[in-house]
C-alpha cells in the first residue's frame, strides 16, 4: 500500500486549466473522453471494464507507439464530484494517484499525486511519471481545447 504520508513516495505535477471544474471532472468520468487523452504521448487505450464509482473496476490497455501494450488495472478508491477523484493501480507498478480540482475564478488549479509504496519506488519511477504527467496534462488541455 503506498505511503500517503511520506512526501518523499510521491510524484506530484500541478497545473491551472482554461477550464470549470465540472468540465474537467467530465474528462475524467466520460470514458470516451477519458480514453483520448490517457496516457503520455503517442498513447491508446482500449479501456475493458469502466466503473466510474467508488468501489468500481477500471481495467484497460495501453498501446505504445513501440507497439507494446501495457495493461493497466485500477480501482476507484474515492470519487466527489468536480473536487476529487483517487485512483489505486493495482497492477505494477503500485500506486494511488489522487487529482483534486479546485476551482480559481474562470480556471481550475489541478493537482496529480501518485503515492508510491514508498520512496525508492518513487525515485525509479519520478523520471518516467514526471514527463509521462505533463504530456498527459497537455493531451487533456487539447481535448478541452476542442470541445
Known amino acids: 500500500m503506498p505511503h500517503l ?7 506530484r505535477t500541478e497545473r491551472t486549466l482554461t477550464a470549470s471544474p465540472r468540465d474537467l471532472f467530465a474528462a475524467f468520468e466520460q470514458p470516451d473522453r477519458l480514453a483520448r487523452w490517457w496516457g503520455p504521448n503517442g498513447f491508446q487505450n482500449t479501456f475493458e471494464q469502466f466503473e466510474f464509482k ?3 473496476r477500471w481495467n484497460f490497455v495501453m498501446h505504445g507507439p513501440n507497439g507494446v501494450n501495457y495493461p493497466n488495472e485500477s480501482v476507484f478508491r474515492e470519487i466527489t464530484r468536480d473536487t476529487k477523484i483517487v485512483i489505486e493501480h ?3 507498478p503500485h ?3 489522487t487529482v483534486t480540482l479546485t476551482a480559481r475564478g474562470d480556471n481550475t488549479d489541478l493537482v496529480w499525486e501518485q503515492a508510491f509504496e514508498n520512496a525508492e519506488v518513487a525515485e525509479r519511477m ?3 511519471c514526471e514527463p509521462a504527467n505533463e504530456q498527459n496534462l497537455d493531451r487533456l488541455e487539447a ?3 476542442t470541445e
Not at 5 to 11: C, L, T
Open 143 to 145: 481535448i478541452l481545447a
Open 54 to 56: 467508488s468501489g468500481g
Open 95 to 97: 500506486f494511488t494517484l
Open 126 to 128: 519520478r523520471p518516467l
Open 90 to 92: 493495482v497492477s505494477q
Open 5 to 11: 504520508n511520506n512526501p518523499d513516495s510521491i510524484v
